[in-house]
């Protein structure tokens, strides 16, 4: 298990396993690949980041990260792997996010995309821009850097 402090000085463990924290997580984020692109969604407020969001009521995890890609991006995703889990110590509740794979088989123009401001493709290294002003927060810790290394391990890209 990796521990870190984020960017609004919660605490945050992250684990590359399945039930890392002995309860389902209510939150996912998406890793999103569509041919030798990366999927991204523009949020509001935060920028650039894969989708994600809440596990409604009655929904797996996949099936939430399926909703929300679609939501997002309007791209129709297939969950490739489960690739682990990781719990945000935020002081109004603390709460755990799944990390999934996901492969984009078509992306459809949609009239809004709820809370963000729709989809964003990255082709190239991902990691070497993360860094610049337009990427959410979220992007630029542990989380998605050693998310990618582990997809590439598992050659899911
Ligand atoms: P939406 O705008 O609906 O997507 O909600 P949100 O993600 O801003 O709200 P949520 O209740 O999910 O998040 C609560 C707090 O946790 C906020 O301060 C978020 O910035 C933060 N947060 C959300 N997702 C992540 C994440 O993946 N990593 C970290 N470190 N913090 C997160």
Not at 39 to 45: A, G, R
Not at 135 to 152: G, P, Q, R
Request: proline share 3%; charged share 30%; hydrophobic share 40%.
């Amino acid at each position: 298990m990796l521990t870190f402090i984020d960017k609004n000085q919660n605490e945050v463990h992250l684990a590359f396993f399945r039930n890392a924290f002995s309860i389902k997580p209510g939150h996912v984020l998406v890793i999103c690949r569509h041919k030798d692109e990366w999927l991204l969604t523009k949020h509001s407020t935060r920028g650039l980041e894969f989708p994600g969001g809440k596990v409604e009521k009655g929904e797996t995890v996949e099936e939430a990260g399926m909703r929300e890609v679609l939501e997002e991006t309007g791209g129709t995703a297939v969950i490739k792997d489960y690739l682990g889990e990781y719990k945000v110590h935020d002081p109004k509740g603390a709460f755990i996010k799944a990390i999934l794979f996901a492969e984009i088989l078509h992306l459809e123009e949609k009239e809004t995309y709820f809370e963000t401001d729709g989809p964003v493709l990255v082709k190239g290294n991902l990691l070497s821009r993360i860094n610049e002003d337009e990427f959410s927060f979220i992007m630029k810790d542990e989380v998605v850097t050693a998310a990618l290394k582990k997809a590439k391990e598992k050659r899911l890209y």
